[in-house]
Nanobody, 123 residues
């Protein structure tokens, strides 16, 4: 499966952005999907993940209550809605997919990755 992330940009603290990740290739609904972020010198961090059927989600404690993940299996897209953004949310955000389990949380468990989109939150 090929993944293409988009929607990043520059936003002021307190603002919102919605990231999108479009998938192509194989059956989209077969994949667990996730969003991750990374800043220079740090390991890739799980932000949110969603199960194949969209019924189960995982949201990292650092973004809980501010970010939501959703998927459109008919449209082959996964979204990350980011509200109340903080400067510490600044990072390159990546989407990923894996078909070997219903829900994946850890970045190391994901097989396919998109190219990343930069989110910058100014104070």
């Amino acid at each position: 499966v090929q993944l293409q992330a988009s929607g990043g940009g520059l936003v002021q603290a307190g603002g919102s952005l919605r990231l999108s990740c479009a998938a192509s290739g194989r059956t989209f609904s077969s994949y667990a999907l996730g969003w991750f972020r990374q800043t220079p010198g740090k390991e890739r961090e799980t932000v949110a993940s969603i199960s194949r059927d969209g019924r189960s989600t995982y949201i990292a404690a650092s973004v809980k209550g501010r970010f939501t993940i959703s998927r459109d299996n008919a449209g082959t897209t996964v979204y990350l809605q980011m509200n109340s953004l903080k400067p510490e949310d600044t990072a390159v955000y990546y989407c990923a997919a894996d078909e070997r389990a219903r829900l994946r949380v850890e970045a190391s468990d994901y097989e396919y990755w998109g190219q990343g989109t930069l989110v910058t939150v100014s104070s």
